[in-house]
């Protein structure tokens, strides 16, 4: 665990794996209220739960955001992690803890959008068993391709692909991965006929389309930009529905003729259902305080994160058609859990 004190103190492979889920029951118990909430919360530390491994994205993320927000709440963030079943186990926790404020979570897109479609027996619901108080980050994706291939643009790239006898393959960095996720659903919205190519972890993936064993990868900006800068990669579009900083002049998916193509690996803060309006308001509040700091916004710059603060009635709406957007490319594809 790490702590964070307040300003008074100073300052993958991840594919889905399923197995360490076998332990845990199914269903969600929490007590039904938030009786004995503190009225003038927060008075003790706030515990922030990652549900995966020390030195994740989503860790790193956390522990560079939570300091920020002691700032403004006046109270310690330690940073839990509990990794486990693509972040199912973690979630599960926060999910059963009291409503209280003092247990968050930092989900993501796989605990939270993916997994509800990959885990048939799911031990909560994302929408029910959370309150959801904000869309934190993006990290957003680059669709690159080997030099070789005979494409300056996506579409060019799709055309190419089609007039190949066997179609042409694609790397991700693993089974369920948001890597694997956007290429399918690039499949599914024009027909292409690209093939998954899963790979252990993102840099092997690189690694292979670098030379050329591989033609195509949707991958984290940061990860493959050094590549496209040195000429080894080409960037043909960015998978946001926004172009980027690091690479302005790279089009979107959607600009090359695709609609709703929107797809980056973000993290989101929750509590557990029922959280008073009174602390979400608070949470939320040193959250955009946070996220609006100066001298934090080059830090998530560096991790290849665009901070976004959606507010909890937007976060909401947004987990719902994200959790019914990657429900359709998984069935459409037939994706199963490793």
């Not at 332990?23 to 118990?29: D, E, F, Q, R, T």
């Amino acid at each position: 665990m790490s702590r964070f004190q307040p300003a008074s103190a100073g300052h993958g492979r991840r594919g889905i794996l399923l197995s360490a889920a076998g332990g845990i029951l199914a269903g969600v118990s929490r007590p039904a209220n938030a009786q004995g909430t503190d009225p003038a919360y927060p008075s003790r530390p706030i515990r922030m739960v990652v549900p995966y491994g020390a030195g994740t994205s989503t860790d790193i993320m956390t522990r560079v955001v939570a300091p920020h927000m002691a700032r403004t709440l006046g109270q310690p963030i330690v940073v839990e992690n509990r990794p486990g079943a693509s972040g199912a186990v973690g979630s599960e926790a926060v999910a059963r803890s009291a409503p209280d404020g003092y247990t968050l979570l930092m989900g993501a897109v796989a605990s939270h959008a993916v997994l509800p479609s990959l885990m048939p027996r799911l031990p909560y619901d994302p929408l029910r068993d959370f309150t959801q108080i904000s869309l934190v980050t993006n990290a957003p994706n680059l669709l690159v391709v080997n030099p070789q291939v005979p494409a300056r643009s996506l579409r060019e790239f799709l055309d190419w692909a089609k007039r190949q006898p066997n179609g042409v393959t694609y790397a991700s960095a693993g089974n369920g991965t948001s890597s694997h996720l956007a290429g399918e659903l690039l499949k599914l919205r024009t027909g292409a006929p690209i093939e998954h190519v899963p790979y252990r972890s993102g840099a092997q993936a690189v690694t292979d389309v670098i030379a050329g064993q591989v033609p195509m990868l949707v991958y984290q900006v940061t990860a493959v930009l050094p590549f496209v800068r040195d000429g080894s990669l080409r960037a043909l579009a960015t998978t946001s529905n926004t172009r980027l900083e690091w690479t302005p002049d790279v089009p979107t998916v959607e600009e090359a003729g695709i609609a709703d193509f929107d797809v980056a690996a973000w993290h989101g803060l929750f509590g557990p259902a029922g959280l008073p309006p009174r602390i979400v308001d608070a949470i939320y509040g040193a959250l955009r305080a946070a996220l609006t700091d100066e001298t934090l916004r080059p830090r998530l710059n560096e991790l290849g994160l665009v901070p976004v603060g959606m507010p909890p009635a937007a976060f909401r709406s947004f987990l719902g058609t994200d959790i019914a957007k990657w429900r359709d490319v998984i069935q459409a594809a037939q994706i199963k859990a490793d």
